[in-house]
């Protein structure tokens, strides 16, 4: 059975950091993208980052060289890194899974066919 179970959300202050973790069970993470989306009311679901099955990794030009996707396989367990945090980053994270093995041009919802429960990431002071 698939599972994506999402944690490490909470209330930081403007400049601060937080790492999220989704521990994935009933599939390998060297067969399958990975990816971490956000979504605030009443907007669309953003893609932020994905880590593919081979280990390349793409970010969203927002984040990028402020968060950090990686994996640690022994523990089936995939991190986003969040850095330099901002008000605008306040959000619900999810992780999902992507439908292949390709992390490259997978930024749709479409693209993945699993998902974490979320975890609320709070920016403020």
């Known amino acids: 059975q698939v599972q994506l179970v999402e944690s490490g959300g909470g209330l930081v202050q403007p400049g601060g950091s937080l790492r999220l973790s989704c521990v994935v069970s009933?599939?390998?993470?060297?067969?399958?993208?990975m990816g971490w989306f956000r979504q605030v009311p009443g907007k669309e679901r953003e893609w932020m980052s994905c880590?593919?099955?081979?280990?390349?990794?793409f970010y969203t030009s927002s984040v990028r060289g402020r968060f950090r996707i990686y994996r640690d396989k022994a523990i089936n367990t995939v991190y986003l890194e969040m850095n330099s945090l901002k008000p605008e980053d306040t959000a619900v994270y999810f992780c999902?899974?992507?439908?292949?093995?390709?992390?490259?041009?997978?930024?749709?919802?479409?693209?993945?066919?699993?998902w974490g429960q979320g975890t609320q990431v709070t920016v403020a002071s």
């Open positions: 999902a899974r992507g439908a292949d093995y390709r992390c490259a041009d997978r930024r749709d919802r479409s693209d993945y066919d699993r």
């Open positions: 880590v593919g099955g081979g280990g390349a990794t």
């Open positions: 009933g599939f390998s993470l060297n067969d399958r993208n």
